[in-house]
């Protein structure tokens, strides 16, 4: 009797799941923007994603300070440590409470936990559901609501674990200038940057471009205020997405900011979450299949935009088909991307 054998149906990818009660203990003062509540938005919001990816949550640890000092000067993780259960402001916007320290070495240790899933490959994709966020923290300072830079630290675990080519994708609205200080003259690891221009805090000219032997591997793409779905979408398609196709990293890491989102009260974007969904989407696209893709939360200051956005965005990893806004770009943001084009091509190839 001749057997028909059914084909077998592929594994689900798998999603690495970190989280810890100690990021909602990074208090806050009343009234400021980033508080607790977002941390509850986010866990709704990867709690009611129809992904389809088998899920795995992982324990958070601490980063340790060998860990820390890869990305940020040893003088500062100590002056850190000597505020652990107090309470104030590193700067205007940066406070700190009696568990903050706590919570930001924990936020930049889950960072590093979810980047050891990836490259073991025990998931294909990772969100770290962290606070502090901290792509404004500098090698020597806070900055921006944020203490320690978590998805810096871990890209430079990624590169102490043998990872030859890290990229860094950063959608948050505002300019991760910590992040981009951080490898500006390093190859081994490209910074890519979609966010408002002019915005806080003031970094992220399209002619920033890095330095020395990393000159060309930190792309800016600054957009003018306004820019919503189909302006998202063409700079991913322009610029983002052929970059990241040539420099073909090992490792991606995403600061998912979720504050371009249109009912976000900081910043002037009109992004939906169905953007959000085409722009994971684009990025899965420009990478070989193999390779890990990482998200660290970072900012997103309207409870549903957060929630809802970054429920789109683990329902493209799992190959959701995302409907964003197909209105035209407006000439201000064809000049913008022109502007971006023109610069980044004297080191990729755009066509």
Known sequence: MQSH???????????????????????????????????????????????????CELSARPAEEDELVRVHDAAY????????????????????????????RVAAGAAIVLCDALIDRRAEFGVA???????HARPSRAMGFCLLNNVAVAAAHARARGVERVAIVDFDVHHGNGTQECFYDDPSVLYVSLHQWPHYPGTGAATECGRGEGLGYTVNVPLSA?????????????????????????????????????????????LSEHGYAAITERLL????????????????????????????????????KPEPSTDA???????????????????????
């Open 5 to 55: 054998a059914q084909p077998s149906t592929p594994p689900a990818k798998r999603l690495a799941l970190i989280d810890d009660p100690v990021f909602g203990l990074h208090g806050c003062p009343s009234g400021h923007p980033e508080r607790p509540e977002r941390l509850d938005a986010a866990r709704a919001g990867a709690a009611r994603a129809d992904s389809g990816l088998q899920q």
């Open 77 to 104: 993780i100590d002056s850190l440590g000597h505020l652990a259960g107090k309470s104030g402001y590193l700067d205007a916007d940066t406070f700190f409470g009696p568990r903050s320290i706590e919570a930001a």
């Open 129 to 135: 559901l962290v606070r502090p966020p901290g792509h």
């Open 226 to 270: 306004g820019a919503g779905d189909a302006t998202y979408l063409a700079a991913m398609q322009r610029v983002v997405a052929p970059v990241l196709e040539e420099y073909r990293p090992g490792l991606l890491l995403v600061s998912a900011g979720y504050d371009a989102h249109a009912r976000d009260p900081l910043a002037q974007m009109c």
């Open 285 to 320: 696209a420009a990478l070989p299949a193999e390779v890990g893709v990482g998200l660290v939360l970072e900012g997103g200051y309207d409870l549903i935009g957060l929630s809802e956005s970054l429920a789109a965005t683990l329902q493209a990893l799992g190959g959701g």
């Open 329 to 351: 770009l407006s000439t201000t943001h064809e000049r913008d991307l022109d502007l971006v084009s023109r610069i980044a091509g004297n080191f990729w190839r755009l066509d």
